[in-house]
């Protein structure tokens, strides 16, 4: 059981399979922050945890989709980051920006949200053209022509 080896190689993280998952996330994250945050994060991963859980009840979201929203959610966190970082602390500002990021007038969320639809469909359609049995016309296809 020697190992080494200064590098440690870490488990690949599960996919997320609903929204669902990504309410429970966001609930654990927020549970963390009320203990080890200071009010302000906290305010910001509640905002979080009350959008998810709208987002969630809202629409019905299919897997693929769900990566996506991850990524978005990402995003506003990494802004509210830096912003925190820019200010040199200064989080009340920066938590009230990132706060009204969690709604559905969010440019990039409506950007993602205008995607969805075209990429299923498109989906659907590369999914039910290799599903499709080959036609046959018949006589009576034929005779319909006319």
């Known amino acids: 059981m020697q190992n080494s080896s200064a590098a440690v190689t870490a ?22 922050g009320q203990e080890f945050f200071a009010q ?3 305010d910001v991963l509640e905002a979080l945890l009350a959008f998810a859980q709208q987002l969630d009840g809202w629409h019905t979201w299919t897997t693929p989709d769900l990566p996506d929203h991850v990524f ?10 830096s912003l925190v970082d ?7 500002a920066s938590s009230l920006q990132t ?9 990039e969320l ?6 969805l639809p075209r990429r299923s469909t498109q989906h659907s ?7 499709r049995p080959p036609t046959t016309t018949t006589q009576y296809d034929q005779g319909n022509q006319r």
């Open 11 to 32: 488990p690949r993280p599960p996919m997320v399979s609903s929204m669902g998952d990504l309410v429970d996330a966001a609930r654990i994250l927020c549970r963390y």
């Open 40 to 42: 302000l994060v906290h």
């Open 72 to 81: 978005w959610v990402n995003s506003v966190l990494e802004q509210f980051r």
């Open 86 to 92: 820019s200010s040199n602390g200064g989080v009340h």
């Open 99 to 107: 706060i009204t990021r969690f709604s559905l007038n969010d440019g």
């Open 110 to 115: 409506q950007n993602l949200m205008h995607a």
């Open 125 to 131: 359609q590369r999914q039910g053209s290799h599903k």
